[in-house]
């Protein structure tokens, strides 16, 4: 048996790396943390949705949703009521749609008129797989959902820059862009069509047909393939009130010392975004160097049947995140006591013991194979525990045992009438 390309088992040992599950809770459980500090609050939606969350969401014509969902017809929904109907399902891409989904159908915005909301989980996407690029990924995103007010778009990059840095990651570039409203939007397609026109003899077919039907994303994905001059800059086409919340926005920075380089090339490969785009980048990770990203997008709730609501967000790819942290957490997932014991008759005061410690909170191993006490002894070694404790006949029954600190080799008999006084200091 194989798993599938582009998956990824999570190992509690084995890895070359120190890509090992108990880094990878250890670095949830941070960036959960540094969630609560801004008051966004976890949601958790299922991983399969139907392909229209999708399709309305994220636009029929993006790489995601033309090329690489997850899609399937399920023939079993024979539900008398939905006997007639076709279900396409799809394995979620992105977290941003299904979150949106979600708030209209529970009506969150009904209960809060400000949703900040955060997910961790896998998403799915039928790419080439590479280093940072998988099928199956994990994605921490944040919706702030409710709120056009630039102050919540500093507030959220600051969010975003102190995800990354609270995993010890310092180097990183944070780009940062507006593609305006509608009304911008539509000029820059206008002037990136003209572009193409006017060097139409240097663009791939191919290339022409991701032009003509949507100039946005000719600059996203394959203006940077040919080496033209004069490439049109978004900020060149603004109207005035995207162009006035942009110097908004970077005024607010600049005050806060944030650090920023405007790409006015930033645009993106996702339909719903409108004014500000950004990207995180870092140097260390290759071709896909993008560890985060995101933006604001007004229109997406209304498209979902709901109430007009501004939002904004953005969300990180774990996988890409650890590639990017230079120095990963220590495995530390050592033990606090291992239990040995000299006689196999020992056995079941051996998990006694273990079982009375366990209750007050301690990591305990003990070999319940039966092994001779070498065997154990390599064990105890092996499973770097802190401390051995050693069971021989003579010993206990004087209601005592042998305690070896694993680093020094110092034994010590304790007595195991005071309750476990000894283990728990
Ligand atoms: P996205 O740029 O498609 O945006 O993905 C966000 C991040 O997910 C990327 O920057 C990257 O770190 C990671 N990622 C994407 N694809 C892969 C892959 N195949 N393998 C590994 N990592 C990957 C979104 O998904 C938007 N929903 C972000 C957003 C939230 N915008 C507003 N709110």
């Keep these: 048996m194989r798993i599938i390309k582009g998956f990824r088992d999570i190992l509690p040992y084995g890895n070359k790396s120190l890509e090992t599950s108990f880094v990878w809770t250890s670095i949830l459980n941070k960036l959960r943390d540094t969630m609560a500090l801004y008051n966004f609050q976890e949601i958790i939606t299922p991983v399969l949705e139907y392909d229209s969350t999708f399709k309305t969401g994220i636009g029929e014509d993006t790489d995601i949703v033309s090329k690489e969902m997850y899609e399937f017809i399920l023939s079993r929904d024979s539900n008398e009521e939905d006997k007639n109907k076709i279900f396409k399902y799809c394995l979620r891409p992105e977290g ?37 690029r998988y ?29 990354i840095m609270s995993l010890g990651i310092k180097d990183f570039i944070f780009q940062i862009n507006s593609i305006g409203n509608k009304k911008s939007m539509e000029n820059i397609a206008d002037a990136v069509a003209a572009f193409g026109k006017k060097n139409k003899d240097s663009i791939d077919k191919k290339d022409h047909e991701i032009l003509n039907k949507n100039p946005l994303r000719f600059l996203d994905k394959a203006i940077h393939k040919y080496n033209l001059n004069n490439i049109p800059k978004t900020v060149d086409y603004l109207d005035n009130e995207s162009s006035k919340r942009f110097t908004e ?57 709901g109430t007009e609501s501004t939002s904004i967000g953005f969300a990180a ?76 006949k003579e010993n206990i029954n004087n ?27």
């Design 96 to 132: 941003t749609a299904p979150i949106v989904r979600s708030v209209v159908e529970n009506s969150l915005n009904k209960i809060k008129s400000l949703n900040k909301l955060y997910y961790l989980g896998p998403m799915f996407r039928y790419e080439r797989s590479q280093k940072g």
């Design 135 to 163: 099928r199956m990924f994990h994605q921490v995103g944040a919706e702030l959902i409710g709120s056009n007010e630039i102050l919540y778009e500093v507030e959220l990059l600051s969010l975003a820059k102190d995800l």
């Design 249 to 305: 926005l970077t005024n607010n920075l600049d005050s806060l010392g944030f650090k920023y380089t405007i790409n006015n090339q930033l645009v993106r490969g996702i339909d719903y975004y409108n004014d500000l785009v950004f990207e995180v980048t870092s140097k260390d990770l290759g071709a896909q160097d993008a560890i985060l990203a995101g933006g604001r997008y007004d229109s997406l709730m209304k498209k979902f049947g």
């Design 317 to 392: 790819g774990i996988e890409r995140l650890i590639l990017a942290m230079k120095d990963k957490d220590k495995d530390e997932s050592s033990i606090d006591l291992f239990i040995a014991y000299n006689e196999s008759e020992l056995i079941e005061k051996a998990l006694k013991i273990a079982l009375k410690l366990r209750e007050i909170g301690l990591k305990v191993e003990v070999d319940l194979d039966r092994r001779s006490f070498a065997k154990q002894m390599k064990l105890a070694d092996k499973s770097s525990a802190l401390k051995t404790i050693i069971l021989t």
């Design 399 to 425: 209601s005592s045992v042998t305690v070896k600190n694993m680093k020094t080799g110092v034994e010590e008999l304790v007595d195991l009438n005071n309750n476990f006084d000894f283990f728990i200091k």
